[in-house]
């Protein structure tokens, strides 16, 4: 038996010598061959920089430096054919698999390639493929590119498509191709801590897909999508032939409010939580620039929000539920059919927010609203007290809330019931002729009613009416934005032997009001004193005061047509 074990050592040292060889011996005397034999079958131009056998892993043909197609076509540092070594021995020309290696390929070179392959009839094809690997690529897509691309595509014996699997990203997306008639496929993707390469702002802690692949479309049959705390689910459709295109109908959306605003990219403080369901579609030249193009119409929810007016605010405003119908656009976005609870009432109106320049523009009515706490929203201290109805149009500047209440146009008249004036008691102010500076106290009424303008000098009541079981009055109050206070009230104090109309100045703080009779009232109070006498002297007298303060005093009466519009104001 020595002698067969010296003929086993000496074939297997032939063998080896012969790899060898072919190893060595080089081959691109036959790349013009394979460029052509190549661009035969698939009916473009190819490119191939070296050709070589590799002996290990297992005996492979590799392709180096190969192009396919022309500008935007397939490129590739290299492809490797690896040969079924049995299939080889019984006479059958089968390739066991194909790895493709770091490169790219176009998008549109590919469909050629997949019509192609799919139109080919099994009869025509020489030569069997098992499975084709990818490793490293990337797809180019109108607009942006995807990869590197790790795949597998398997086929049966007769040549046709099994499977399909890709992943990205260490595999922290995939999806998985199934064939299906009329040359579709059956998609599954799903996604875990992935950032798409286009949207870096939007990463996504989850993703499932399943739907059906087309030549020119992609329909999703349902979808779930997360990402930091807002979850969208649904069904759609996306186009691509022509550019992109998406329909999708949002069966369920939920998310808090601040991972919406930071989305969206505002400077605006809103805490919450948010429900939608409507259709969005979107229609743009590249993948990437749909994010600007979406439109959406649906009903909205939020509960439980609130939003900080202005950082010097001791409290912000705060909202039980929010309820609209919600149309938005790329450059607007509009409410209707607008309700809201809040502070124990109701608010009702349209809303629009113009993306372009951010400004806001509402018409709004309100219905018994707590004025205690809306008013701690808006401002440090609580002039007034007492349960609201009222309506206004307004409009300001989201990206100026700094600026409160400069950012802001107000138009709108209001009816207080049951409330009180805080840190002023009017009934003594316009009882105590003899005390020239009268701060303190409070003032209760039944009813308060006027016109309230807000505009960057503040905010401006007019035609004020104030009637209690002791006192009526009527007037004007201006509150600048540093709070200083100017007005004037003509009050009638009941049971004060005719004194009727005391004209009253308005002066101070927001925070330590003062309230005094006229220099005019008080000069004709006199003067009537000492002709008529006490009582109806002096009655006779402020009223003459006050007439002629009326007559040559000055009139700095803002408009108070509530039916205007108020302009935006001017951004700086």
Excluded: C
Excluded at 270 to 280: N, R
Excluded at 370 to 378: N, P
Excluded at 446 to 467: M, P
């Amino acid at each position: 038996m020595r002698w067969l074990k010296r003929i086993l050592v000496g074939l297997l040292a032939l063998l080896m010598l012969a790899m060898t060889t072919a190893y060595l011996i080089p081959l691109d005397i036959y790349v013009p061959e394979v460029e052509r034999a190549l661009g035969e079958q698939l009916h473009e131009l190819v490119s191939v920089q070296h050709l070589r056998i590799a002996a290990l892993p297992l005996p492979h043909l590799e392709l180096q430096e190969v192009r396919l197609g022309g500008q935007e076509g397939i490129v590739a540092r290299s492809i490797n054919v690896e040969p079924d070594l049995p299939a080889l021995l019984a006479g059958k020309m089968v390739v066991r698999r194909i790895l493709v290696r770091d490169g790219t390929a176009s998008l549109a070179q590919v469909r050629k390639l997949a019509d192609l392959f799919r139109n080919a009839p099994a009869a025509a094809q020489s030569v069997a493929v098992r499975e084709l690997q990818l490793s490293g690529m990337s797809l180019l897509t109108p607009g942006m590119m995807l990869g590197p691309i790790e795949g597998k595509l398997e086929f049966v014996r007769a040549g046709e498509l099994e499977r399909a699997w890709f992943a990205m990203d260490e595999q922290k997306i995939t999806a998985v191709l199934l064939p299906l008639p009329e040359q579709h496929f059956s998609v599954k993707a799903q996604a875990h801590a992935w950032v798409p390469p286009q949207l870096p702002q939007m990463p996504l802690d989850d993703l499932q897909i399943e739907g059906v692949l087309g030549e020119q479309d992609f329909v999703a049959q349902k979808f779930v999508v997360a990402s930091r705390g807002i979850r969208v689910s649904g069904s759609g459709k996306v186009e691509f032939s022509d550019g992109w295109r998406v329909q999708a109908a949002l069966t369920q959306i939920d998310a808090p409010l601040e991972q919406v605003m930071a989305l969206l990219e505002k400077p605006v403080e809103l805490t919450g939580a948010i429900s939608a369901k409507g259709a969005l579609s979107g229609k743009a030249g590249t993948l990437g620039a749909l994010k600007d193009n979406f439109r959406f119409s649906g009903e909205v929810l939020i509960s439980h929000a609130t939003a900080r007016i202005a950082a010097g605010l001791r409290h912000p405003l705060v909202f039980d539920q929010i309820r609209a119908r919600v149309a938005v656009q790329p450059e607007h976005l509009e409410l209707n059919a607008l309700e809201a609870r809040l502070y124990g009432g109701k608010l009702s109106g349209t809303m629009s927010i113009n993306r372009k320049d951010t400004v806001l523009a509402a018409e709004i009515a309100v219905n018994g609203i707590a004025m205690q706490s809306l008013v701690e929203a808006l401002t440090n201290e609580v002039l007034f007290t007492g349960s609201m109805d009222g309506a206004a149009k307004f409009s300001m500047r989201l990206d100026e809330f700094e600026r409160f209440p400069e950012n802001l146009q107000l138009a709108g008249n209001f009816h207080l019931r049951n409330g009180v004036l805080t840190k002023v008691d009017l009934v003594q102010a316009a009882s105590n002729l003899g005390k020239t500076n009268t701060a303190g106290g409070t003032t209760r009424f039944d009813d308060l009613t006027g016109l309230l303008n807000v505009d960057a000098s503040g905010y401006h009541f007019r035609k004020l009416k104030i009637a209690s079981g002791s006192l009526n009055a009527e007037g004007k109050v201006d509150i600048s934005p540093s709070l200083q206070l100017g007005g004037m009230l003509d009050t009638d104090v009941k049971g004060t032997a005719g004194l009727v109309s005391m004209p009253m100045v308005v002066s101070g703080t927001l925070n330590n009001p003062v309230v005094r009779p006229s220099k005019s009232a008080l000069a004709g109070a006199a003067v009537g004193t000492a002709i008529l006498g006490p009582g109806l002297g002096t009655a006779v007298g402020i009223k003459i005061g006050g007439f002629l303060n009326k007559l040559f005093g000055k009139n700095d009466d803002k408009s108070s047509n509530k039916d205007a519009v108020p302009k935006p104001p001017a951004k700086k």
